[in-house]
């Protein structure tokens, strides 16, 4: 499997529980081909760890076509690695040199702990989402398709919000550690569509409510998120969700769902 | 939770009270500014004199005052609560750093309150306090000499400036025929003696870089946090932010210390 010409040495987190406490560990990485993925690269560097009787790293992935959001390496100091707008799995081993260190460690949050080495544990963004990223419409009859009229340039950008794929790089990235991008996202992306407005104004209270009891930071906008982002998300997001929260904080009736405190 | 405490102990709303105090001691700089403006006309401090009597004096402003050392004090203790709660979220910190693209200047907010807040208070003990300092204490025990200006009102010129011997004066203006006659506590003094010190002067100059590094930022990172950024407006923003904020204001305000040092 490994024929390339590449050797690399990595530094890798280690750890093996969520309570025990992890450390760096240098591994050699022989023989990797430059057309690799990065993951397949940890593929080749696991199977050599298992021949000789090691843990294989761990690391979450899944579809490594870059949509599904389950890649979350934190690569020399930059989430997904050296390039722009892709994830972990759309990196590629010609995007180092032959000799590089590489640097590999864990989204870095408390809200985000480590389950283990490489893999951390984000359902605090499905607790916001359950929280109010939703549209409440009761089942009937399907409805015509362009019953309702959405303006192309509105459409676009709910659906250029809509591409996040929650993988938790806008906060890793993130010197505060904050969720505001993500959050921004998906509260955006039903605030620009008509469907959206029935609960838009209790959806941003809760989800923010949710944000904060998660215990992720606070936004400085320095922008390093939105730098980031695989799919480019930008921090417009933040600035509709702060303005739909003051919104409906200073001037609307709606209070946020209940549960959420 | 009442629904007001709720907002404003929200992650937002606590980002909310930093713009708005933000841009409130962005505004008062831009008053500062202009009023200090009159330390650049030749005329042996009697405009910066009279102004520095205004602000210290008018009702409205004494209370836009209080506000003003209000906010300085929110805007800092809000940072703090910020900067503690962003820490927590991020208990284990990165071995191989952050290398995002991200303007230096905000990344570095912290450090750069926090060299102005002590720029703040040195500032003020230099000028604000010896200025009141006079009022409680007894009288004819002036730290602050008093100066005397008379000015010709059908010209305009000024026929002398006087400084007056220690004694009991109080801030007057009185017109016999066509002159007038100014008594007024001479700061303007104050500001040429500490001009005169050079690491004085590049003291101001250094925290005037850190104002126009926090500026930069600051401004438009303000509007972000209201919500009032759109593609349409955000290039005003931008450029009010960056030239305004971070070039003519902070240079204006160097350029006291520099001329006084070099030219006065």
């Not at chain 2, 016999?176 to 100059?205: C, H, P, R």
Request: glycine share 6%.
């Amino acid at each position: 499997m490994s024929n390339g010409n590449m050797n690399l040495t990595l530094k890798v987190w280690r750890q093996k529980d969520a309570k025990t406490p992890g450390k760096m560990v240098t591994y050699k990485a022989e023989n990797i081909s430059p057309d690799m993925s990065f993951l397949e690269m940890l593929d080749v560097v696991n199977e050599s760890l298992t021949l000789k009787g090691e843990e294989p790293i761990y690391f979450d992935h899944d579809c490594r076509e870059g949509i599904c959001g389950m890649c979350s390496l934190y690569i020399n100091g930059r989430p997904h690695g050296p390039k722009r707008a892709i994830t972990t799995c759309q990196l590629h081993m010609r995007s180092f040199h032959d000799g590089q260190t590489i640097t590999i460690e864990p989204w870095r949050a408390a809200a985000f702990p480590v389950v283990k080495d490489l893999a951390v544990d984000r359902s605090a963004f499905d607790r916001i989402q359950q929280a109010g990223g939703y549209v409440s419409i009761n089942t009937g009859g399907v409805p015509d398709a362009n019953e309702i009229p959405i303006p192309k340039v509105i459409a676009d950008e709910a659906f250029n919000s809509a591409t996040c794929i929650q993988c938790g790089a806008c906060v890793a990235a993130c010197k505060n550690a904050s969720a505001m991008l993500f959050v921004g996202a998906k509260i955006t992306q039903f605030a620009l569509l008509p469907q959206g407005q029935t609960e838009r104004w209790s959806r941003v209270q809760s989800m923010v409510a949710q944000m904060d009891k998660e215990g992720f930071g606070n936004c400085t906008n320095t922008g390093a998120c939105e730098a980031e982002c695989p799919k480019e998300i930008t921090l417009m997001n933040i600035g509709r969700m702060n303005n739909d929260f003051f919104n409906a904080k200073f001037f609307k009736e709606e209070k946020a769902h209940e549960g959420v405190e | 939770m009442s629904e007001f405490k709720q907002t404003f102990n929200s992650s937002l709303g606590k980002k909310l009270i930093m713009a708005l105090t933000g841009l409130f001691l962005c505004t008062f700089l831009i008053v500062h500014l202009s009023g200090n403006l009159a330390l650049f006309k030749h005329d042996n401090g009697q405009a910066f004199n009279a102004y520095a009597n205004f602000m210290t004096h008018f009702p409205p402003i004494r209370v836009i005052s209080y506000i003003l050392y209000l906010t300085i004090l929110l805007h800092t203790i809000y940072a703090i609560v910020l900067t503690i709660r962003n820490r927590r979220a991020r208990p284990i910190s990165y071995v191989s750093g952050n290398d995002s693209p991200q303007a230096w200047s905000a990344k570095n907010m912290g450090i750069l309150g926090s060299i102005l807040f002590l720029f703040i208070v040195i500032h003020m003990k230099d000028f604000w306090f010896k200025y009141h300092k006079d009022d409680w204490s007894a009288k004819g025990a002036y730290t602050i000499p008093f100066k005397e200006y008379k000015t010709n009102l059908v010209t305009g010129e000024q026929i002398s400036a006087r400084d007056l011997p220690p004694g009991d004066y109080e801030y007057a203006v009185y017109n016999e025929g066509s002159v007038e006659t100014m008594i007024a506590k001479d700061l303007n003094q104050t500001v040429e003696v500490a001009f005169k010190q050079w690491w004085y002067v590049l003291f101001y100059v250094i925290a005037m870089v850190t104002l126009s590094l926090h500026l930069l930022h600051g401004f438009q990172s303000a509007f972000h946090t209201m919500g009032w950024i759109h593609r349409k407006y955000k290039p005003i923003i931008y450029f009010i932010g960056t030239w305004l904020f971070a070039v003519i204001i902070p240079v204006g305000f160097a350029a006291m210390p520099v001329v006084y040092y070099f030219f006065r």
